[in-house]
């Protein structure tokens, strides 16, 4: 697609000409009968193939370093030395951290029902035995996590967020007036879909603020702690640690996981709290399971050995990733610079870059683009209830596809949001 002449620019003249080509170019997209997905964040095969070598641990070994013999029951807390390296990626000390199945999502869920149907420490009762419960969801978001409080009839409050995390203003005045909002959605580290990082404020202000709610909870998805794509990881301020600062020591859940670091569907989740949040889980647990797998645990242990082993491995994880982070950087500019139609995010880690529409018509875009052979994920499941105000959110994943495949749906992008974006300034 070759780029409008920025001499073309937005003039009334010119838009008939822009919007002609637009069109030409969008009918010779549809002729190519594409298929190309850029829906989810899946990591690559050759991602995948980065820890092929879990296919053949823990080998004949079955003893953890203290001795437990891995193919037995028991261990609800997860295994010692695999907890001792995520302690630090995690930012939670070992002893506080529960290691547990496949997917950090399920003890999202877990914690959501627990919650339900068994007092939390610091709660006066059960949240299904009050009459309304709401959660502040920072936009755009993951549409995974909405999905969970839609689930369990949890009302979504929209939190606008800032380069710094979300509008803190907005938050402790919402947690400040109303008992029913008893959390908070947060992807602290190179958000989904934004790639924004939480500043240091935002982080010190979430610990301290004060919420009617006794038993309010952070909701702390570190889903991307080690997933750096630049040469300067960030670094976010320890939220468990301000929040025993801050006298409020059971406000964080921290999850996270290695899906996206080993296998995103063998891998190991994580869920860290102060010492009476992570009693009262295992409490629940206990009800739930026998213990988890620790045979796919001490495999991780022996692959990964320790948090420098997790930081070499997340290295080979980016040179797979970055050139696709680039090459849809480059396609953007290159299809999209200098239109003025629309923005997009440079992310320094994570899964998602974001596009965002100048004038709204993100689901018309979806919409074109599928018509032509390209799957995005739906407009609007950044928000609450799959609405999106200004309809001008869409989420590109570059993961999954191979990078020749990846560019063609960059570029074919572009042609939608270059005919959606001109049909509508000509209507
Ligand atoms: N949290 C976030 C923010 C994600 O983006 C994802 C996957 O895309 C998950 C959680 C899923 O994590 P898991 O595979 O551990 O369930």
Redesign the pocket.
């Known amino acids: 697609a070759d780029h409008p002449d920025p001499a073309d620019d937005n003039t009334a003249t010119a838009l008939p000409r822009l919007l002609d080509r637009a069109r030409q170019e969008y009918r010779d997209l549809a002729a190519r009968g594409l298929a190309l997905d850029l829906t989810?964040?899946k990591p690559a095969p050759a991602q995948l193939d980065l820890s092929g070598e879990l296919l053949s641990l823990p080998g004949a070994r079955h003893t953890a370093a203290d001795g437990t013999d891995v193919r037995n029951y028991g261990g609800l807390q997860g295994l010692p030395e695999l907890r001792e390296i995520f302690a630090e990626v995690l930012q939670v000390p070992a002893g506080q951290l529960l290691a547990a199945g496949?997917?950090?999502?399920?003890?999202?869920h877990d914690s959501l029902v627990h919650a339900l149907l068994s007092v939390l420490p610091g709660a006066e009762s059960r949240w299904v035995d009050q009459e309304r419960i709401a959660f502040l969801c920072p936009v755009p978001g993951?549409d995974?996590?909405f999905a969970l409080c839609e689930r369990f009839g949890i009302d979504m409050i929209p939190v606008p967020m800032t380069d710094e995390g979300p509008d803190m203003d907005a938050v402790e005045r919402l947690v400040a007036a109303d008992p029913a909002v008893k959390g908070i959605w947060c992807?602290p580290k190179y958000?989904?879909p934004d790639g924004v990082s939480y500043s240091d404020a935002t982080v010190a202000r979430l610990a301290a603020m004060s919420t009617a709610a006794p038993d309010f909870r952070i909701f702390w998805?570190n889903?991307?702690a080690a997933h750096d794509l630049t040469d300067e990881p960030v670094g976010i301020a320890d939220l468990l640690a301000a929040c025993a600062t801050a006298g409020n020591p059971d406000r964080a859940f921290v999850?996270?996981?290695?899906?996206?670091i080993t296998a995103?569907g063998s891998?190991v989740?994580f869920f860290g709290s102060s010492p009476a949040n992570v009693r009262w889980l295992l409490a629940n647990n206990a009800k739930r399971s026998i213990g988890p797998d620790k045979v796919n645990q001490l495999r991780h242990a022996l692959f990964l050995r320790d948090a420098d082993g997790v930081r070499t491995h997340m290295a080979r994880q980016r040179a797979v990733l970055r050139p696709k982070f680039d090459a849809v950087a480059r396609l953007l500019e290159a299809g999209l610079g200098g239109t003025g139609l629309a923005t997009w995010t440079a992310p320094k880690g994570g899964?998602?870059v974001t596009l965002q529409l100048t004038d709204g018509g993100a689901k018309e875009v979806v919409r074109r683009a599928a018509e032509a052979g390209i799957v995005l994920t739906p407009a609007g499941a950044t928000h609450p209830y799959g609405d999106d105000p200004r309809d001008a959110v869409i989420r590109i994943a570059p993961s999954y596809p191979g990078l020749a495949e990846l560019e063609r749906a960059i570029e074919g992008l572009t042609v939608c949001v270059r005919l959606v974006g001109y049909e509508r300034r000509a209507a």
């Open positions: 989810r964040g496949n997917s950090s999502l399920e003890l999202m993951y995974r996590h992807v958000s989904n998805d889903a991307y999850f996270g996981s290695t899906s996206k995103a891998g989740a899964y998602f």
